[in-house]
């Protein structure tokens, strides 16, 4: 089973940025992906951010490029996903997770963090 784990969430204002990082741990294959998806309010189906192989292919929402930007560090296991020029919309709990293809659907991803808060006011 692989463990995640979201840090970096918070209260920003609108225009500024947040950086999140996903610690990924135990069992996963190298040639995996880490997604990012972002869910308001409870209940609500997991919308698709981004996600990332690790050896670099991406694919971002058409609602975050050009704002988000994703990172990972082989050495440490980690997948950040950087984020600028934030919006009010943008406010949601932040879910890292772990699968086998890079993809848009919740359902391709095995494993998942508990989340992380983001605010942004106007």
């Known amino acids: 089973q692989v463990q995640l784990q979201e840090s970096g969430g918070g209260l920003v204002q609108a225009g500024e940025s947040l950086r999140l990082s996903c610690a990924v741990s135990g069992h996963f294959f190298t040639r995996s992906a880490v997604g990012w998806f972002r869910q308001a309010p409870p209940g609500k189906e997991r919308e698709f951010v981004a996600?990332?192989?690790?050896?670099?292919?991406?694919d971002y929402a058409d609602s975050v490029k050009g704002r988000f930007t994703l990172s990972r560090d082989i050495t440490k296991n980690t997948v950040d996903l950087q984020m600028n020029s934030l919006k009010p919309e943008d406010t949601a709990v932040y879910y890292c997770a772990y699968g086998l293809l890079a993809s848009k659907i919740p359902s391709d991803y095995n494993d998942w963090g508990q989340g992380t808060q983001v605010t942004v006011s106007s």
């Open positions: 996600t990332t192989t690790w050896n670099g292919v991406q």
